[in-house]
Structures are given as C-alpha cells and as structure tokens.
C-alpha cells in the first residue's frame, strides 16, 4: 500500500520511536500505547525531502529524538525575535499541527495506529501501532523496499510510458553530448 508523504513519514518515524530496533520480541509492543505530546511529532514533517534516498535516515535521526511523555522536558530556546518572525513561526507550526492531524486520522482509519487521549491532558495521546502498521513501517524505512512498494502500485501506470520516453530522450542527449566533447 502506497501511502501518501506525510503518512509514510509519521509510520516510519512511529515504528522507529515505539520499536526498540534491536527488540525481537515485537509482540509486548504492538496494540501498548506509548504517550507522547503530539506536537513532537510535527517536527517529522519539517524535515527536508530534497534527497528522497536520505529522507528515511533524516526521519528516524528525529525520530528517535521525540522522548515520551513524562521522560524528559524540552527547555524552549526563547531567542530575541522580532513580532514578525514569531508570528510566521507560529503559523507554521499551526499549519504542521493541522498536517499532522490529517495523517493521523487518516493513518487510524487505515488502522495501521491507534490513538488514545489521555486523560487530564489534551494535548498527549497514547500512539501504538496495529501488527499491518508495524509490518508497513519496516517497509518504508528502507529505500529498496519502499521503491518496491511504489512500483508494485503504479506498474501499469501511465507514467512509467511518459518517463521512460523522457529517460529516452535525456540519454541520447547525453550521448551526442559525450560524442561532441570526446572529437
């Protein structure tokens, strides 16, 4: 199943996070909710994606940094801003909060997580993944098995017609181009 940027990022950084890596007894994990501040989370769709074989390491590097409720407490860097540059850093924070959301309830009606809210505090929910969950975050944490994934679902699609007549073109373009500089 081939999911959406934001989506594949938060399952990728969730099973990081709630899955101990060197943990082969998975078992005691799955359906056991782990509280985080969702806010944490947004930081997951501010990394870059400027070089998609290096977006899966960048997600988990802060993924792994996200402490669970009650484990730790950030200290907030208060810099000298001016009023403009507090207000655009909140509107974006406000616009990743609103991301995040979406993938959430998309994920859980997917039901590869669960979601629980806590009980005094509204912004801290309990997030465990379901067995397809876990087994989809495997899959997407690693670039080859992630491109399988995405050419299993778009083998028959146009594109790959449009994209390989423009590999087609870009490669005997290139090869005229070695030609020119090699006489």
């Known amino acids: 199943m081939w999911l959406p940027r934001d989506e594949r990022h938060l399952l990728v950084a969730y099973h990081v996070n709630i899955f101990n890596v060197n943990d082969k007894n998975v078992c005691r994990h799955i359906d ?5 501040k969702i806010a944490d989370w947004a930081d997951i769709l501010r990394v870059t994606q400027w070089i998609p074989i290096l977006t899966p390491r960048l997600i988990r590097r802060v993924a792994r940094d996200i402490e669970a409720y009650g484990e ?27 991301r995040l959301e979406i993938s959430n309830a998309a994920l859980e009606k997917r039901n590869l997580i669960t979601m629980k ?27 080859w098995t992630r491109s399988g994934l995405w050419f299993a679902e778009y083998r028959h699609h146009w594109i790959w017609v449009i994209g390989s007549f423009i590999g087609g073109i870009i490669a005997t373009l290139f090869v005229q181009l070695l030609l020119k500089v090699i006489r």
């Open 32 to 36: 056991k909710p782990k509280w985080f």
């Open 117 to 143: 809210t806590h009980n005094s505090c509204s912004d801290v929910a309990g997030i465990s993944l379901t067995i397809e969950g876990y087994d989809l975050g495997i899959k997407y944490s690693s670039w």
């Open 72 to 98: 730790g407490s950030k200290t907030s860097s208060e810099d000298d801003k001016t009023m403009e540059q507090a207000k655009t850093e909140v509107r974006k924070q406000i616009r990743l909060e609103r």
